[in-house]
């Protein structure tokens, strides 16, 4: 039961590393930044899309970063919990 409700985690974060978090990178670039050069968001999400099959690092880093912090936190919880016995 609790790897099933893991895996859920590790999806919905997958999801969100590659639907949302881009968005909001490119949102907050804007404000910060100024405007994107080559266009708008959906142009930022295309490089980030070509960027993830070219095997880019940075974009591979933002695109797995919140799974890595579920399973860190599944695994700092296991311990945290685990039994004494």
């Given amino acids: ?6 895996l859920r985690w590790i999806l919905a974060a997958l999801i969100f590393g590659t639907a949302v978090l881009p968005c909001l ?23 980030f899309l070509r960027d993830l099959a070219q095997l880019r ?5 933002l ?10 936190w599944r695994v700092v919880t296991a311990f945290a919990w685990a039994d004494d016995a």
């Avoid at 797995?64 to 579920?70: H, N, R």
């Fill in 63 to 72: 695109a797995l970063g919140p799974a890595v912090l579920v399973l860190a």
């Fill in 1 to 6: 039961m609790k790897s099933r409700h893991t």
């Fill in 25 to 47: 990178v490119y949102l907050t670039g804007v404000r910060i930044l100024g405007p994107y050069g080559p266009g708008g968001v959906g142009a930022f999400y295309g490089m």
């Fill in 57 to 61: 690092p940075a974009a591979w880093t």
